[in-house]
């Protein structure tokens, strides 16, 4: 079982900018993709960011070139640099993983994920 601990999050202003860690326990990282979602208030999880095994990555159109996804798989962890904050980006931001098959494979559906994390709470003010 993959274990993921998110941290990073925090109270930012508009404009800001703020790095997300996800950290996994397990010992075979690299063979996993990792994607980002997130929950605002009263709204659905969203998809963000996802990044496969070899670093090959897709966003939501709503954060591209404004958040980037990486990976530093010797340390078992993914990150999610977030620049140009915005009042709609307010919310609980969760990591997930999924094993693959393929170094270049990623998903970006909620459902394809087999471990989350407890999440990370981001608020921005104006």
């Known amino acids: 079982q993959v274990h993921l601990a998110e941290s990073g999050g925090g109270l930012v202003q508009a404009g800001g900018s703020l790095r997300l860690s996800c950290e996994s326990s397990?010992?075979?990282?690299?063979?996993?993709?990792v994607g980002w979602f997130r929950q605002g208030p009263g709204k659905d999880r969203e998809f963000l960011a996802t990044?496969?095994?070899?670093?090959?990555?897709y966003y939501a159109d709503s954060v591209k070139g404004r958040f980037t996804i990486s990976r530093a798989n010797r340390k078992n962890t993914a990150f999610l640099q977030m620049s140009g904050l915005k009042s709609e980006d307010m919310g609980v931001y969760y990591c997930a993983a999924v094993a693959v098959d393929s170094e270049n494979a990623y998903y970006y559906t909620a459902q394809e994920y087999q471990a989350w994390g407890q999440g990370t709470q981001v608020t921005v003010s104006s």
């Open positions: 397990y010992v075979t990282f690299s063979e996993y993709a």
């Open positions: 990044i496969s095994p070899s670093g090959r990555t």
